[in-house]
């Protein structure tokens, strides 16, 4: 996967050079080691800032809505599941996307890394297949690459993706044997008490910075629902309950939407495990429609459509 | 000092359900008094957002209401509302409301009777499941 960075500058430094593209969006190097930065190269002698390594795991797709121009986009398994969701959506056409599909090997969750350098900081990251090493001032870890993962990307079902005009590499075998549903089925295991302070423990350090919302390629409203003041359906203070109302909402909005691309958990800066609530409308959404999001192109999302023999579980 | 008596919001379509309630109205139809009606052009318009404000300002439970699947007067609001009622019942249960909080229902503008019924269900089960403790908002509102 880290042999991508030479692909990508070609189809870039091709695309731009031909005129085919106004913009290509990728990476850069981030000026820390395990953060990348996304990139948009606008000629050709940008190309060579792109870069590709396990540190790309923010969603690129986020870039696309209400885009004028011509784009081409870098995209793993989620990012091009997004795309599919934008397309849906009519947030940009397909006729001004170029879409370079990266088969992607899951990407590096740098809180693990450096919770597990105990305070010692990593000066450079070097992946080979299979392992990181990670260098700093007197240290020297190599470290097992999949114990190292996104949480996201350990249980992801779509590595290769699912719309394309070109690859950047071979397709990678999927994950198969995954329980994608662990960790919700544990939590309706819970009577309704515990679930309750469950939640109301997972959301206590939220500082209502809204980095989840900003990091998430769906979240494109003009106006998002917590910036409406009237009506204001979520008050603006740290009170418990406007917090929740807050996460509650969020994960509403993406249901049925969201690609489960972890991008709000990685922005998250106190570390909330925010998926935990839109996994559980991905799961629902799937037992109940059948729907898997982002797959096909001409299917409609889910709360857009209705089938006249839809189960009502809960209606008298 | 009385007993305690809930306060219910319900959200009842304007073709069926709130005709159903008009209906058992006029046919002196006993339902329990708990029930503040809101009405909306479709259960298609009820937005969880509405029944989230119902319970932060301090509802202790709520009961949305429409066409039965296939009489909807917009022809198909209500195929989109349970959809969009049933994942929203969903995840309230999950993150730990209590059950018996949320009650959906179908009543059309003939059945009175229905409608008193599902009242009186909902009354019920909402006395039951006792005072809401959770999604009240405590501290005063700031724009």
């Given at each position: 996967?880290?042999?991508?960075?030479?692909?990508?500058?070609?189809?870039?430094?091709?695309?731009?050079?031909?005129?085919?593209?106004?913009?290509?969006?990728?990476?850069?190097?981030?000026?820390?080691?395990?953060?990348?930065?996304?990139?948009?190269?606008?000629?050709?002698?940008?190309?060579?800032?792109?870069?590709?390594?396990?540190?790309?795991?923010?969603?690129?797709?986020?870039?696309?809505?209400?885009?004028?121009?011509?784009?081409?986009?870098?995209?793993?398994?989620?990012?091009?599941?997004?795309?599919?969701?934008?397309?849906?959506?009519?947030?940009?056409?397909?006729?001004?996307?170029?879409?370079?599909?990266?088969?992607?090997?899951?990407?590096?969750?740098?809180?693990?890394?450096?919770?597990?350098?105990?305070?010692?900081?990593?000066?450079?990251?070097?992946?080979?297949?299979?392992?990181?090493?990670?260098?700093?001032?007197?240290?020297?870890?190599?470290?097992?690459?999949?114990?190292?993962?996104?949480?996201?990307?350990?249980?992801?079902?779509?590595?290769?993706?699912?719309?394309?005009?070109?690859?950047?590499?071979?397709?990678?075998?999927?994950?198969?044997?995954?329980?994608?549903?662990?960790?919700?089925?544990?939590?309706?295991?819970?009577?309704?008490?515990?679930?309750?302070?469950?939640?109301?423990?997972?959301?206590?350090?939220?500082?209502?910075?809204?980095?989840?919302?900003?990091?998430?390629?769906?979240?494109?409203?003009?106006?998002?629902?917590?910036?409406?003041?009237?009506?204001?359906?979520?008050?603006?203070?740290?009170?418990?309950?406007?917090?929740?109302?807050?996460?509650?909402?969020?994960?509403?909005?993406?249901?049925?939407?969201?690609?489960?691309?972890?991008?709000?958990?990685?922005?998250?800066?106190?570390g909330i495990k925010v998926r935990q609530f839109t996994k559980k409308m991905e799961k629902d959404i799937k037992d109940l429609y059948g729907y898997e999001v982002g797959v096909k192109l001409e299917e409609r999302p889910p709360l857009d459509t209705y089938k006249p023999g839809d189960p009502e579980p809960f209606f008298k | 000092m009385s007993e305690w008596e809930p306060k219910i919001v319900a959200f009842l379509c304007n073709w069926c359900s709130y005709g159903g309630a008009d209906l058992a109205g006029v046919s002196r139809l006993q339902y329990p008094a708990n029930i503040r009606i809101i009405r909306v052009p479709c259960s298609g318009r009820v937005n969880p957002k509405f029944i989230l404000a119902a319970f932060r300002h301090g509802a202790d439970g709520v009961w949305v209401s429409g066409c039965h699947p296939g009489d909807c007067h917009y022809i198909e609001g209500n195929y989109y509302a349970r959809r969009k009622l049933t994942l929203f019942h969903k995840l309230l249960e999950y993150t730990g409301i209590e059950p018996g909080r949320l009650h959906f229902s179908w009543v059309s503008s003939a059945e009175a009777t229905k409608f008193a019924e599902t009242a009186r269900q909902v009354v019920e089960a909402v006395k039951a499941a006792g005072p809401a403790r959770h999604f009240i908002k405590k501290q005063a509102e700031v724009a």
């Open positions: 996967m880290w042999n991508y960075t030479e692909k990508i500058r070609e189809a870039a430094e091709r695309l731009l050079a031909e005129n085919r593209v106004d913009v290509v969006i990728g990476f850069r190097k981030g000026t820390l080691p395990l953060m990348n930065e996304p990139y948009l190269a606008r000629s050709v002698d940008q190309v060579k800032q792109l870069y590709w390594d396990g540190n790309c795991g923010i969603n690129l797709a986020n870039y696309l809505p209400k885009r004028p121009d011509r784009v081409a986009i870098v995209a793993k398994g989620c990012d091009s599941r997004n795309i599919v969701v934008h397309l849906q959506e009519n947030q940009i056409q397909r006729e001004q996307l170029y879409i370079l599909g990266a088969p992607c090997h899951g990407m590096l969750d740098r809180r693990k890394i450096l919770a597990d350098l105990k305070g010692r900081e990593p000066l450079r990251v070097d992946e080979t297949d299979g392992s990181v090493k990670v260098v700093g001032r007197d240290f020297e870890e190599t470290l097992d690459r999949s114990s190292y993962l996104q949480e996201n990307c350990g249980i992801c079902l779509h590595r290769n993706p699912v719309i394309y005009d070109e690859l950047l590499g071979d397709l990678v075998a999927e994950q198969t044997d995954v329980d994608r549903y662990q960790d919700v089925r544990q939590v309706e295991g819970k009577d309704a008490e515990q679930r309750w302070q469950y939640f109301e423990d997972l959301i206590a350090p939220c500082l209502r910075c809204y980095a989840c919302r900003n990091a998430c390629p769906l979240c494109y409203c003009p106006t998002c629902f917590v910036d409406e003041a009237r009506p204001q359906w979520v008050g603006k203070s740290l009170d418990r309950t406007d917090t929740r109302t807050f996460h509650f909402l969020r994960a509403f909005h993406v249901a049925g939407r969201c690609t489960d691309c972890g991008a709000c958990e990685r922005a998250c800066p106190v | -």
